[in-house]
């Protein structure tokens, strides 16, 4: 206890060297705890967007980019009869317009049936989806999502009011049935004009207007309950697919997206983590500033009995504790600013206890070692010599 007052005096004896010490320790650690909580929110966030989108869903559709693949209930049947799969539903998309309230808007059209609430995690905000009733008489109904009816009306709610949709070259009438939220209303939203708008109608009225018998791609629903979230399976429903098609699930894409913020995340932290190692080097060189100022000091108590030991224990003590201070000062930094950053984002905070106290850690480590050459320097000093001087 008593090293530790002595440490934490001589500290405050020189208080503006010892303040440019601790900033830059400080700057340091906060760099790497920012980045570590910006990378675990980032990565969480990608996880949640990708799960409300259907993490177990796998889509089945033709090898080349652009092309219609030539699917129908034959294929339907198959693909539902493979271990591991709970449904499977047709699924037709077609670039469309939406005029509605004299303003027109590009979309992309959706031809689902009743199961889209479950396949591709379509969640109703008002009145309804698209149900077994409309494929079957091919009504003219749609669900759009919330962006459309923002941009329209200014507000979400608009069941009942009419829109023309030009599919197939053609425009019709369709009654908006209801108004929906998807997995991909939070990438819409972030990405305004990058991602279209959504409208879904029924995939029969989609054929019909698209003069086409087959469907575009098939939504497979694997079953949580079999391990389906697991490659085997995606590797099942490939096996029973010719060359020209491929099938394709959310849980790689989110395995590919974790592995680069990864990547990502290390190479920054490694960037960061040079500036705590230039930092320790600034400890190595305050610490022996102050041998040299207390150069005499130190003699006097190695004449009046002090060991190697003690004094080696006083310098290191000091520069740990600038470490300690200046890393947890940074740390704290990083948790306040992660905290309003999270706040003003609206995102959801990911707290993590080590994410914060590790730069602390590494940082307490690198001024041990930085203050072990000063503090042999201090404990080797003869006492005669040192009252010299």
């Given at each position: ?15 503006t060297?010892?303040a ?16 570590s ?19 177990n ?65 379509l ?61 991909l ?30 469907y ?6 694997l ?55 230039v ?25 009046v ?6 004094i080696?224990?006083?310098?290191l003590?000091?520069?740990a ?24 984002l ?44």
């Amino acid at each position: 206890m008593l090293i530790n007052k002595t440490a934490l005096k001589n500290i405050l004896r020189s208080k503006t060297r010892s303040a440019l010490t601790m900033t830059g320790i400080a700057v340091g650690a906060f760099a790497v705890a920012l980045i570590s909580q910006i990378s675990a929110t980032g990565a969480g966030q990608v996880s949640e967007i990708l799960e409300n989108m259907g993490i177990n869903t796998v889509l089945v559709q033709s090898r080349q980019a652009n092309a219609a693949a030539n699917l129908d209930d034959a294929d339907i049947v198959t693909l539902g009869a493979i271990s591991g799969v709970d449904k499977a539903m047709p699924l037709m998309s077609a670039n469309a317009r939406a005029d509605i309230l004299e303003k027109s808007l590009p979309c992309l059209a959706w031809g689902v049936n009743s199961e889209a609430r479950e396949i591709i995690s379509l969640r109703p905000l008002h009145g309804r989806l698209i149900d077994s009733r409309d494929v079957v008489s091919g009504a003219l109904v749609c669900v759009i999502d919330e962006e459309i009816a923002r941009k329209t009306y200014g507000r979400s709610n608009i069941v009942g009011k009419n829109i023309s949709l030009l599919i197939g070259g053609e425009y019709r009438e369709f009654e908006i049935i209801g108004v929906a939220s998807s997995g991909l209303s939070v990438l819409q939203s972030a990405l305004s004009g990058i991602i279209p708008d959504f409208v879904y109608v029924p995939f029969s009225t989609m054929q019909s207007l698209t003069g086409r018998e087959t469907y575009d791609k098939i939504a497979v629903l694997l079953s949580p309950d079999a391990d389906g979230i697991q490659p085997a399976a995606t590797e099942r429903i490939e096996a029973k697919l010719g060359q020209e098609l491929i099938a394709s699930n959310l849980l790689q894409q989110k395995n590919q997206l974790q592995g680069i913020m990864g990547t990502v995340t290390f190479a920054l932290s490694v960037i960061a983590g040079i500036s705590l190692f230039v930092a320790g080097l600034t400890v190595m060189t305050t610490m022996l500033v102050s041998v040299s100022e207390r150069t005499r000091e130190i003699g006097i108590k190695k004449s009046v009995g002090a060991c190697n030991f003690d004094i080696m224990r006083e310098f290191l003590s000091e520069s740990a504790l600038l470490a300690l201070i200046g890393s947890a000062a940074g740390s704290l930094a990083a948790l306040m600013v992660s905290l309003a950053g999270a706040g003003v984002l609206g995102i959801a905070f990911e707290f993590s206890l080590w994410r914060f106290l590790s730069p602390v850690l590494f940082s307490l480590l690198l001024g041990g070692l930085f203050g072990v050459y000063p503090a042999l320097k201090a404990a080797n000093m003869k006492p005669i010599d040192a009252l010299r001087m």
